[in-house]
């Protein structure tokens, strides 16, 4: 009998189908990871697309902010963090004028254990690391508004930045078509009200607004304007297997770069499922199981899908520990 296993927080869950059923084991083709990651990180930072070198584009700027993921996404910002800053140091940069911002979102403030978990101790006890507040109307700036009318709002202090930096992943997202580039500051460093707009029911509800889907889709370019109007001006982002090893990265210009991550990330993760199936098992796995709001996208890929994987009437079964519950925001 064929035993399957899906991701269960840091480890997997197996089991066996009931007598009689059929399953069909659906994954991306596997990829060999980078064998050198910071010798790959720094090629990418000193050869960027589209943009001069880090530490050339960096000579001469009075104060950075480097926006990075919070805990609910893997991006290894603890490699990428201090190569970095290393380069900022490179351009005459000294420590004070570089702020860190924890990308949350409306998710929870992050913890001091959590911040350490993604930037190392050596950068907590040594810069200044602070979490975005959506919520506090003086430490967010108000930028105008997206062709169909949302106000953008994002961190004060990322806005008014002589040189603003965001790191992130790149991979599927329901709304964004594909995550990464423009959204950790667009949607983590964004106030409360635009990201309402942009995970508002007309936003969620317009048929361009789909995994996958770049072209056409409202919610990219509510984001790309918000990031462009916030002066996002340079991004280091990575693309990562289902066991969180990098397979590529690269830095740059932030829409250039976002686009080739995209056409590479396209071909490790996206697969044909010829038919609808009356049941889907999906697991989502550490970070992402930490709450049910971040799980139910495993839920939402399988029906977002452009063509949904359960058929109507079936069942999405998703393994996940929730240790947060519900979640915040």
């Known amino acids: 009998m064929e035993i399957y296993?899906?991701?269960?927080?840091?480890?997997?869950?197996?089991?066996?189908?009931?007598?009689?059923?059929?399953?069909?084991?659906?994954e991306s083709p596997s990829f060999e990871p980078?064998?050198?990651?910071?010798?790959?990180?720094?090629?990418?930072?000193?050869s960027p697309v589209n943009s001069p070198p880090l530490r050339?584009?960096?000579k001469g700027k009075k104060n950075?902010?480097?926006?990075?993921?919070?805990?609910?996404?893997?991006?290894?910002?603890?490699?990428?963090?201090?190569?970095?800053?290393?380069?900022?140091?490179?351009?005459?940069?000294?420590?004070?004028?570089?702020?860190l911002i924890c990308g949350v979102g409306m998710h929870r403030p992050s913890t001091m254990e959590e911040k350490i978990q993604?930037?190392?101790?050596?950068?907590?006890?040594?810069?200044?690391?602070?979490?975005?507040?959506?919520?506090?109307?003086?430490?967010?700036?108000?930028?105008?508004?997206?062709?169909?009318?949302?106000?953008?709002?994002i961190n004060r202090i990322a806005c008014e930045s002589d040189l603003?930096?965001?790191?992130?992943?790149?991979?599927?997202?329901?709304?964004a078509g594909y995550s990464g580039g423009r959204k950790t500051v667009a949607i983590g460093a964004g106030g409360e009200e635009f990201i309402s707009y942009t995970h508002g029911p007309k936003m969620v509800g317009h048929p361009g607004t789909r995994l996958g889907k770049i072209d056409g889709n409202p919610f990219h370019l509510a984001i790309t304007s918000a990031s462009k109007r916030a002066g996002l001006d340079f991004i280091v982002n990575v693309i990562q297997d289902e066991n969180k090893r990098p397979l590529e990265v690269m830095a740059g210009e932030p829409e250039s770069t976002f686009s080739r991550l995209v056409q590479r990330a396209r071909g490790i993760f996206e697969v044909d499922i010829p038919k609808q199936y009356?049941?889907?098992?999906?697991?989502?796995?550490?970070?992402?199981?930490?709450?049910?709001?971040?799980?139910?996208?495993?839920?939402?890929?399988?029906?977002?899908?452009?063509?949904?994987?359960?058929?109507?009437?079936?069942?999405?079964?998703?393994?996940?520990?929730?240790?947060?519950?519900?979640?915040?925001?």
């Not at 993604?118 to 062709?147: A, W």
């Not at 603003?164 to 997202?173: D, F, N, R, S, W």
């Not at 069942?315 to 979640?327: D, F, L, N, Q, R």
């Open 118 to 153: 993604k930037l190392g101790k050596d950068v907590v006890e040594n810069y200044r690391v602070i979490d975005h507040d959506p919520k506090d109307k003086d430490g967010l700036l108000e930028l105008g508004y997206t062709d169909d009318g949302g106000k953008i709002i």
């Open 164 to 175: 603003l930096i965001a790191t992130g992943i790149v991979e599927p997202h329901l709304y």
């Open 5 to 26: 296993r899906v991701p269960y927080h840091r480890e997997y869950i197996e089991f066996t189908l009931p007598r009689g059923m059929k399953g069909h084991l659906v």
């Open 278 to 329: 009356d049941i889907a098992i999906g697991g989502v796995g550490y970070p992402k199981d930490m709450n049910l709001y971040q799980t139910s996208r495993s839920a939402t890929y399988l029906f977002f899908a452009p063509t949904p994987v359960v058929r109507p009437g079936g069942v999405i079964i998703i393994p996940a520990k929730t240790p947060e519950g519900v979640g915040d925001g």
């Open 34 to 46: 980078l064998k050198d990651f910071k010798s790959s990180l720094q090629k990418a930072i000193s």
């Open 56 to 58: 050339e584009l960096a």
């Open 64 to 99: 950075v902010s480097i926006v990075f993921t919070d805990i609910t996404r893997a991006s290894p910002d603890h490699l990428i963090v201090p190569e970095i800053i290393k380069e900022l140091h490179m351009a005459g940069i000294r420590k004070e004028p570089i702020t």
